[in-house]
């Protein structure tokens, strides 16, 4: 089993959009390889820190996940290569959650801000729409051709999507507390601007300290 | 005759829209700016980005007194908001409440906004139970993200809202879980007691002739309001720009480093929101130079590279 699929697998399980074959090849490896397991926690302590969840980090789920899977009907195998195209656009949406994770990793003043010395930022994605017919995101055929996803891979390989980012320098206390300020100056100003629109403000109110 | 452009165009719409729409994108737009004017209303609502996920509720009273509205978040540290006609009244629990206010009402502008986005009308579905008309307000050129828009098929409200970035990834979801077009009560519209009235002195503005301009701005942004001021006491003033193209925003901040401010080049995200500083020296003084917004990351740091002030290298920090 490549290692990249596995991480795909564990990336879609924390973004709850593993199928059955997916949490089973997680379960299956995670009781062989305590890497792995180490990364499954790492992650879902990443996540409950991105929600802000309280969480202990020493409770297991695997063991609570496969009991439940084992009362399912069995299920239906699928080859990796006769993946329908929404699925690959699954796919493409697990790879971009596995970066999110990673990044939350990087705490600054404001929750989420992730920061990089230099250098692009890859914009954080958040997770699939399970949006209604009409949507760009489900009718622009290149998000299934997986190009994008190739390009992502050379930059973020899957082995170190786990770890804290670690920048050459990391920023100033000073610059830390800048940046967050200035995020939430921006928020609010635009929150407080008299727009027909409540997104500003929901961007605003959605901002908590650490 | 009719005009050879003309015919084209409604090829167009032809092909992208199979089924007749009776109003057009633009008018969609014009009738979501006016609802906020006319229609009282209350609701839920949920705001998604990467790393967050917030639950909020509204009441929204449109009546010859003008708009009041207040906005309470559900979950987590209560926050509470009450404006009345665009005004700010009082706020909980945020940490920078500038005077802001003066900022001049943005009003969607159909016609503008048609200049740097397509507009397209993608079809109908549901939202909060509530038919719904999708309009996709897609950019024409690499300096702005996508919007899908969902308004209410009866009376034009804003019932989601998606942030798309260049690459098809959703960056951002404002979506009504619940609403009711109801007769709202005054007590509804009562801010609770944890809303402090925004009656502090503000910091002192100053008049900003910094010339802190950059160089190079993406087509279609103008600039609004700008100022200076320290944004905390025995603080050197931080210079303020705020740009937009009617719809994406970005502000410029321009302050001086020193021994105790140290910075450096620098990209944050988060969520749809970029930041990008700079770091500059004018006659031996450092200035760092950020751009916050939510716009693309490469054209943030194109206008952070854009100052016409000499570039300090990484590598010569200190």
Partial sequence: MRNEVLQESLSALMDNEADELEVRRVLQAADQDPALRSTWARYQMARSVMHKEPWQGSIDLSAGIAAALQDEPALQMESEQATPATAQGSVLWRNFGRMAVAASVTLAVLVGVRMVNQGDAPTQPMTAANSPAPSMLQANPAARTGAVLAGYSQNGAAETAAEPLAPAQAPSAWHEQRISRYLREHAEAGAQSNTPQLVPYARAASMEGR | ?318
Avoid at chain 2, 73 to 81: F, L, M, S, V
Avoid at chain 2, 100 to 127: C, H, K, M, N, S
Avoid at chain 2, 166 to 176: A, D, G, M
Avoid at chain 2, 189 to 213: F, I, M, N, T, Y
């Fill in chain 2, 1 to 318: 005759m009719v005009k050879r452009s003309l015919c084209l165009a409604s090829a167009a719409v032809l092909m992208t829209a199979p089924l007749a729409q009776a109003k057009d994108a633009g008018q969609w737009l014009r009738g979501m700016a006016d609802a906020v004017d006319q229609q009282s209303y209350s609701g839920a609502f949920v705001y998604e980005r990467s790393g967050s996920f917030s639950t909020h509720h509204i009441w929204h009273r449109a009546d010859e007194d003008g708009v009041s509205e207040r906005l309470l978040r559900a979950d987590g540290d209560p926050q509470e908001w009450v404006r009345r006609d665009g005004r700010l009244q009082c706020a909980t629990s945020f940490a920078t409440v500038s005077d802001w206010q003066a900022t001049a009402p943005q009003e969607i502008d159909p016609a503008r906004l048609e200049r740097w986005y397509a507009f397209e009308v993608l079809g109908g579905t549901r939202v909060a139970d509530r038919p719904a008309t999708v309009v996709a307000l897609k950019p024409r050129d690499p300096f702005r993200y996508a919007y899908e828009l969902y308004l209410d098929e009866d009376t034009g409200l804003l019932l989601k809202s998606l942030l798309i970035n260049e690459r098809n990834v959703l960056l951002e979801r404002f979506q009504f879980v619940d609403l009711d077009f109801s007769e709202l009560s005054d007590a509804a519209l009562e801010a609770g007691s944890r809303c402090l009235s925004l009656e502090a002195a503000q910091p002192e503005k100053l008049v900003d002739d910094s010339g802190w301009l950059p160089g190079w701005l993406p087509p279609g942004y103008s600039a609004g309001e700008s100022m200076v001021r320290a944004l905390s006491a025995g603080e050197p003033p931080v210079m303020t720009q705020v740009y937009s193209d009617g719809l994406a925003r970005f502000t410029v901040f321009v302050e001086p480093l020193s021994e105790e401010r140290l910075a450096d080049n620098l990209a944050a995200q988060l969520g749809p929101t970029v930041a990008i500083s700079r770091r500059l020296q004018v006659q031996g003084q450092d200035y760092l130079a950020t751009i916050v917004g939510e716009i693309p990351p490469a054209t943030a740091e194109r206008i952070a590279a854009s100052f016409p002030h000499a570039a300090v290298a990484a590598e010569a920090a200190p």
